[in-house]
């Protein structure tokens, strides 16, 4: 039985400065509609983020501007994952991927506070090896494929996925996911997650509060 510890974590902003690059592109995107890219200095992004986009409310330009996340979590937490729909998803396939030969399965503890917390809860152990043992016989005897064997794997199947969306999606999702009223474990990697998007973008993330009711985060604009 390996249990593993979930994360999220940005692939391709890797610090202050690339973020600073993105925010750049989408300021030369909206001057094209005002064809005002001579106005645009090294620090003007600034001025035109909180003055077109957050004053305005023009969050389409932000559009222009995108970040790969990669996420590691329990099955049940992917469901909810691609419920945003207009971001792009790939995920390990519980079809293609046969944990006997190719690599051994891992498990999430669905405690958020204690994600070691199976060294004392043996139940919850038993059943996942119950589970995996399950699987391996089902695999070796030849008349289960993977993709059938599968279904006795249980939502604490630690699953990758890589999302890539756009930084006004990330900030839609943020605003929903990180709520009082969402799944623990989902806020276990989203809020790190938002610290990390407002470390390194700037302006843009930092309105959103994490723990706040969803009616109360739902008026943030977006």
């Not at 089902?138 to 990758?160: D, E, H, T």
């Not at 969402?182 to 700037?202: A, C, G, N, Y």
């Amino acid at each position: 039985m390996n249990i593993v510890e979930p994360y999220a974590r940005m692939m391709d902003v890797p610090d202050h400065e690339a973020g600073i690059k993105l925010l750049k592109k989408i300021e030369w995107c909206g001057r094209i509609s005002h064809r005002s890219e001579d106005a645009q200095t090294d620090d003007s992004w600034q001025r035109f983020i909180k003055a077109v986009v957050l004053e305005h409310g023009d969050w389409s330009i932000v559009e222009h501007a995108s970040a790969t996340v990669d996420m590691l979590v329990d099955r049940g937490i992917t469901h909810e994952v691609v419920r945003h729909r207009l971001f792009s998803f790939t995920q390990q396939s519980t079809r293609f991927i046969n944990h006997e030969k190719k690599m051994p399965p891992s498990f999430i503890y669905p405690d958020p506070d204690n994600w070691e917390g199976y060294v004392d809860d043996p139940d919850w152990c038993a059943t996942i090896v119950a589970c995996e043992d399950e699987y391996r016989n089902k695999v070796s005897s030849g008349k289960w494929s993977p993709q059938i064997a599968r279904s006795v794997f249980p939502n604490a199947l630690a699953s990758r996925i890589v999302i890539t969306g756009n930084l006004r999606n990330w900030r839609h999702l943020f605003i929903m996911r990180c709520t009082k009223e969402t799944h623990p474990q989902m806020r276990q990697v989203t809020i790190p997650l938002l610290d990390e998007f407002k470390s390194k973008i700037p302006i843009l993330y930092d309105d959103i509060e994490p723990m706040l009711k969803q009616s109360e985060s739902m008026k943030k604009m977006r």
